[in-house]
């Protein structure tokens, strides 16, 4: 424990803590643009012009207005071409992580949006079914119409057959009358 440290004072027992609070999202932003800006044909063209510029001007510039003479083997061009690219793989990698990161989540919705797409395609492919199977149930209009002829046909052939027994005694009862009327004509 930090506590049984009796070598050094309460007050310089602490760690070193820093105030320095910077937002994750902001500097992974600015990484982000670092990265793209340093990927782009602009930026090698501009870093092209500007060592071709500063070879130049410390190789043929009188030699008391050259800054990094080409007798030190141009030592603070190669310096400040290591910070940059001490600075720049970190920062690019840093961004990579973030795209990672979003592809990641991108890839996880994709994923939940396919198993919806799917849970709905298969409950439509059953409710289809369902449709099919209740369609074959249900009759046709040839079959409709085949049982309406029937029941007509039946029911024409009732008609006759009630029809013919009570048509006999109203012919006779007709027949009469016209045989009576007819006796009276004689």
């Given at each position: 424990?930090?506590?049984?440290?009796?070598?050094?004072?309460?007050?310089?027992?602490?760690?070193?803590?820093?105030?320095?609070?910077?937002?994750?999202?902001?500097?992974?932003?600015?990484?982000e643009a670092f990265?793209?800006?340093?990927?782009?044909?602009?930026?090698?063209?501009?870093?092209?012009?500007?060592?071709?510029?500063?070879?130049?001007?410390?190789?043929?510039?009188?030699?008391?207005?050259?800054?990094?003479?080409?007798?030190?083997?141009?030592?603070?061009?190669?310096?400040?071409?290591?910070?940059?690219?001490?600075?720049?793989?970190?920062?690019?990698?840093?961004?990579?992580?973030?795209?990672?990161?979003?592809?990641?989540?991108?890839?996880?919705?994709?994923?939940?949006?396919?198993?919806?797409?799917?849970?709905?395609?298969?409950?439509?492919?059953?409710?289809?079914?369902?449709?099919?199977?209740?369609?074959?149930?249900?009759?046709?209009?040839?079959?409709?119409?085949?049982?309406?002829?029937?029941?007509?046909?039946?029911?024409?052939?009732?008609?006759?057959?009630?029809?013919?027994?009570?048509?006999?005694?109203?012919?006779?009862?007709?027949a009469k009358p016209?045989?009576?009327?007819?006796a009276a004509k004689?």
């Amino acid at each position: 424990m930090s506590h049984d440290r009796l070598d050094s004072p309460i007050g310089a027992r602490r760690g070193f803590k820093t105030n320095l609070r910077l937002d994750p999202e902001k500097f992974g932003r600015a990484s982000e643009a670092f990265a793209r800006a340093m990927g782009t044909g602009g930026f090698l063209i501009g870093m092209t012009f500007f060592c071709a510029a500063w070879l130049t001007w410390n190789t043929l510039a009188p030699e008391s207005l050259q800054f990094d003479p080409k007798s030190l083997n141009f030592t603070l061009l190669t310096l400040l071409l290591s910070m940059q690219a001490s600075y720049a793989a970190p920062l690019i990698l840093l961004a990579q992580n973030r795209q990672d990161d979003r592809d990641r989540v991108k890839f996880e919705q994709d994923r939940q949006r396919a198993e919806r797409n799917l849970a709905d395609t298969e409950y439509l492919a059953r409710e289809v079914v369902a449709l099919r199977l209740a369609l074959e149930e249900m009759a046709t209009r040839d079959f409709v119409r085949d049982e309406l002829r029937d029941l007509l046909n039946e029911f024409k052939s009732e008609l006759t057959v009630v029809a013919k027994p009570a048509a006999k005694p109203a012919a006779k009862t007709a027949a009469k009358p016209a045989t009576k009327s007819g006796a009276a004509k004689k």
